[in-house]
T-cell receptor, first 115, second 113 residues
Framework: DVKVTQSSRYLVKRTGEKVFLECVQD?????MFWYRQDPGLGLRLIYF???????EKGDIPEGYSVSREKKERFSLILESASTNQTSMYLC??????????????FGPGTRLLVL | GENVEQHPSTLSVQEGDSAVIKCTYSDSASNYFPWYKQELGKRPQLIIDIRSNVGEKKDQRIAVTLNKTAKHFSLHITETQPEDSAVYFC????????????FGTGTKLQVIP
């Protein structure tokens, strides 16, 4: 069974703080993704990574950065948290088998509140 | 980039009735269309997917249909049960080296016992 874990379920931070969200997967997946989920907006891709130290911007990368130093770990960084970054953050991973996408396995999510 | 629209945003059905959720996509190159189910307080999980070389796929009470000409695909749930109550997301993916998918905005399905 694929297991994707996230470092925190709930997080409360102050405006301007630097925030780290961590995601770990145990199935040796090449691809990892960070999404934010907001009511009525669905799942929006922030960043994704297809290999160690490789990253690509998603649809809403502004205000975020990522780090992937090890294959199993993908970190999302909010450089200076703002109230409009209050959201549910979901990490996902998937296997790479060639050109076509494979199932994405999601973590439990981190609900971030920025005050 | 790809744009996926999903309708309706909310859907209420009586237990035992059928439910249909529809999605349209913008990029005709898209060739992979998964559906994810997210129960309240839980993570999204894949329930069914379809690739562009087929027009329909079934798995027990769930089916997905794809019309590539019209660029739309639909999820059909028959004989709905209370445990089908959840948010459903459709998605589409363009072939290529990067395996990102673009999600729709979600449909909250409520099955009334």
């Amino acid at each position: 069974d694929v297991k994707v874990t996230q470092s925190s379920r709930y997080l409360v931070k102050r405006t301007g703080e630097k925030v780290f969200l961590e995601c770990v997967q145990d199935m040796d997946h090449e691809n990892m993704f960070w999404y934010r989920q907001d009511p009525g907006l669905g799942l929006r891709l922030i960043y994704f990574s297809y290999d160690v130290k490789m990253k690509e911007k998603g649809d809403i990368p502004e205000g975020y950065s990522v780090s992937r130093e090890k294959k199993e770990r993908f970190s999302l960084i909010l450089e200076s948290a703002s109230t409009n970054q209050t959201s549910m953050y979901l990490c996902a991973s998937s296997l790479y088998l060639g050109g076509t996408p494979e199932t994405q396995y999601f973590g439990p999510g981190t609900r971030l509140l920025v005050l | 980039g790809e744009n996926v629209e999903q309708h309706p945003s909310t859907l209420s059905v009586q237990e035992g009735d059928s439910a249909v959720i529809k999605c349209t996509y913008s990029d005709s190159a898209s060739n992979y269309f998964p559906w994810y189910k997210q129960e309240l307080g839980k993570r999204p999980q894949l329930i069914i997917d379809i690739r562009s070389n087929v027009g329909e796929k079934k798995d027990q009470r769930i089916a997905v249909t794809l019309n590539k000409t019209a660029k739309h695909f639909s999820l059909h749930i028959t004989e709905t049960q209370p445990e089908d109550s959840a948010v459903y997301f459709c998605a589409a993916s363009i072939p290529g080296g990067y395996q990102k998918v673009t999600f729709g905005t979600g449909t909250k399905l409520q099955v009334i016992p």
